[in-house]
Structures are given as C-alpha cells and as structure tokens.
C-alpha cells in the first residue's frame, strides 16, 4: 500500500458524460501529479500540483481539468467523454518535486 | 525521438536466476533522476528503485539493483534470484528537471517480465 488513495476504484460510464476522479496524496506529500495509462499511449503525464498550484502539463485534454485544494487533494474532471477517454487513471504524490512518486491504485474508466 | 526506450517487450526468467531489463534514455540535461516502477496484473504501480544523475554509485534496493552508465545513457534494471511474484511488467521513467522547480516522468513502453518455476 503507497498511502495514495484514489477513488473510484471503477467507473463506467456513457460517452459524452462528465465524472471526478478523486486522488489523496500520501501524509505529508506536497505534489500531485495525473497519468493516463492505455493500451495504445501507455503511461502519460497528464497535469502535476504543487501545494495547491498548477506546476506542470503534459499531454492533457482540453476537457480535462484538474485542481489540488487546500487540503491536498486533487480531483481530475473529465468532461465530454468519448470512447478513447477509457484507461486507467492514475494518481501520484511526492514530498517534493525531486523525490520518487508514490502511486494510487488507479481507477479504471470505461466509456461506453 | 524517444526519452526512454524499452527495447524487450517480454522476457522470461527461471525461479531463482537474475534477470536484467534494459533502459535507455535521451536526454541534454545535466540533472536528472531514472526510476523504476513494477505493475503486477492488478494494476498498480510500485515503486523499485531510483538513481541521480550524479550519484557515482549504482543504486540497490535488496533484489534490485541499477546498473548506471551514464555515458551509455543506460540504467538497466537488475533482479537477483527471481521469485514467481515478480512476474509484471516493469517500467523505466526519468525525470528531467525543468530549472523553474517543475519536473515531470516520462515512461518507457515497458517490458514484461514472466518469471517461471
């Protein structure tokens, strides 16, 4: 167990929905980062929080979006879902922006 | 061109043996960090093993080791006396620092690791 909670653990639903995927970074982690793992991309970054602000973007859609609040928790929205959006979402923290990421277990989103 | 490259889809061990997955990176910076990661069948992603890029000394971490070779640009992962539950895929990852205080991980494709008695 990394400490790294990500809820749900599955998610189904239709295309053109909207759902939260909802992350709680390990005690003490101050980053949260967002990767999307599918068979045909593999793992990618999506959208990385520091302390509450927005520190880096990878290869994020425009109908994703992301925040961390002030509890450091970080929530990943993802609207106007299509079939390609299905894959595995995962969540990370880190003590710092140098230090190894721990990672959630995933929640799995199917669109159908 | 790729930042990491994972050149063994799949490999198989015997119980017992060592096993060495391969890793290559691409990068111009000075500063940066190479990590390993293992995703059994159930999904999640656990964390082996990480080396800096100044750190004259090859990580281990109890069965794993890091063969570092920076002019090579390799960090091959290293299993000693595999055991049936390290069957999974393994992934390699770097994190490059972007100088403002960000860093990001870029993931190789992976390679799969069967392990069998």
Known sequence: ?112 | AQKITQTQPGMFVQEKEAVTLDCTYDTSDQSYGLFWYKQPSSGEMIFLIYQGSYDEQNATEGRYSLNFQKARKSANLVISASQLGDSAMYFCAMRESQGSGYSTLTFGKGTMLLVSP
């Open chain 1, 1 to 112: 167990d990394s400490g790294v909670t990500q809820t749900p653990k599955h998610l189904i639903t239709a295309t053109g929905q909207r759902v939260t995927l909802r992350c709680s970074p390990r005690s003490g982690d101050l980053s949260v980062y967002w990767y999307q793992q599918s068979l045909d991309q593999g793992l990618q970054f999506l959208i990385q929080y520091y302390n509450g602000e927005e520190r880096a973007k990878g290869n994020i859609l425009e109908r994703f979006s992301a925040q961390q609040f002030p509890d450091l928790h970080s929530e990943l929205n993802l609207s106007s879902l299509e079939l390609g959006d299905s894959a595995l979402y995962f969540c990370a923290s880190s003590v710092s922006l140098s230090t190894e990421q721990y990672f959630g277990p995933g929640t799995r989103l199917t669109v159908t």
